[in-house]
T-cell receptor, first 109, second 114 residues
Framework: GQNIDQPTEMTATEGAIVQINCTYQTSGFNGLFWYQQHAGEAPTFLSYNVLDGLEEKGRFSSFLSRSKGYSYLLLKELQMKDSASYLCAVRESGTPLVFGKGTRLSVIA | DTGVSQDPRHKITKRGQNVTFRCDPISEHNRLYWYRQTLGQGPEFLTYFQNEAQLEKSRLLSDRFSAERPKGSFSTLEIQRTEQGDSAMYLC????????????FGDGTRLSIL
């Protein structure tokens, strides 16, 4: 079976740091992806983790702990344009991705 | 890199009609995926192609759904005898070979069944 959990909504202040958590229980694991999706638009790739640890890309970082089935996406120096849904997706043994329901982030002034 | 393009962007049709969507992947990508997304949910996998071969289909894909990628380039997704529950955003994605390669998504086709 497969289960990917993320908070439904989060609110954070412009300029602040926010951490979006994702826990997963899947029958296999072959990598975890984070995507950003603005309303009415395509998901866009943010980060990929397959080994434990932190991957940093500018204002965005993603962490993975395979033993805990846990990942987080860290967004620093929040900007209004970061208001979007953030999707956690796991690749099990096959090729397609299994997505969580997404976390809708609202950045307020 | 022109990205993944999908056509049409929006489709409104009556229940019982057939609809067909097209996806043009990024040109050098061998893999092509179809997903469906409803409001407040993440994308759900439907099917995927490696070149022209359809390698995997989700149980979500009823026999009313069929997908093709005849020359290993563009793909079509057809839904026959549409039902109201088919109303959703249909997303296409493509990627190169390799398990670490991210999938790049098109803007989707929004289907509304009246």
């Amino acid at each position: 079976g497969q289960n990917i959990d993320q908070p439904t909504e989060m609110t954070a202040t412009e300029g602040a740091i926010v951490q979006i958590n994702c826990t997963y229980q899947t029958s296999g694991f072959n990598g975890l992806f984070w995507y950003q999706q603005h309303a009415g638009e395509a998901p866009t790739f943010l980060s990929y983790n397959v080994l434990d640890g932190l991957e940093e890309k500018g204002r965005f970082s993603s962490f993975l702990s395979r033993s805990k089935g846990y990942s987080y996406l860290l967004l620093k120096e929040l900007q209004m344009k970061d208001s979007a849904s953030y999707l956690c997706a796991v690749r099990e043994s096959g090729t397609p991705l299994v997505f969580g329901k997404g976390t809708r982030l609202s950045v307020i002034a | 890199d022109t990205g993944v393009s999908q056509d049409p962007r929006h489709k409104i049709t009556k229940r019982g009609q057939n609809v067909t969507f097209r996806c043009d992947p990024i040109s050098e990508h061998n893999r092509l995926y179809w997903y469906r997304q409803t409001l407040g949910q993440g994308p759900e996998f439907l099917t995927y192609f490696q070149n022209e071969a359809q390698l995997e289909k989700s149980r979500l894909l009823s026999d009313r759904f069929s997908a093709e990628r005849p020359k290993g380039s563009f793909s079509t997704l057809e839904i026959q005898r549409t039902e109201q529950g088919d109303s959703a955003m249909y997303l296409c994605a493509s990627s190169p070979d390799g398990s670490n390669q991210p999938q790049h998504f098109g803007d989707g086709t929004r289907l509304s069944i009246l």
